[in-house]
């Protein structure tokens, strides 16, 4: 266990760095802010430690031309379709393994009312009480 800004000094150190002999990843919550965050800066090749955030050193030239295209679309629309594509292809290509640790607060007494479990990742209290 470390705290997060080791964590982010690891992922822009990238697996080749000799401080990170023996990890094979890094449970690391991510933001997908934006394509060239979420997706560019971690999957194209050019985007490695310390200039991006490849610490895998992803290097798959479909990747990286999904970058320029994306990076090259200014419509909205079609922007979205070369983002869904590149995503299609993360997925098929496993090249992360997405792994979810749920600690959302459940309700345990039948005395709670007006608790509703969040779809996302923000859990609204204000209703809740206990009758």
Request: hydrophobic fraction near 40%.
């Amino acid at each position: 266990m470390v705290d997060r800004a080791a964590m982010v000094q690891s992922r822009l150190k990238g697996s080749r760095d000799q401080s990170q002999r023996g990890l094979h990843g890094l449970n690391y919550s991510w933001v997908w802010v934006d394509p060239d965050f979420g997706f560019i800066t971690a999957l194209d090749s050019r985007k490695t430690a310390p200039r991006g955030n490849t610490w895998g050193y992803v290097e798959q030239p479909e990747f990286d031309a999904f970058s320029d295209s994306i990076r090259a679309e200014f419509d909205p629309a079609k922007q979205d379709q070369v983002v869904a594509e590149m995503h299609t292809r993360m997925v098929d290509e496993c090249v992360w393994l997405r792994v979810v640790h749920d600690m959302d607060p459940r309700a345990m007494s039948l005395r709670v009312k007006g608790f509703m479990q969040a779809q996302n990742w923000i859990q609204d209290l204000t209703p809740v009480r206990m009758d």
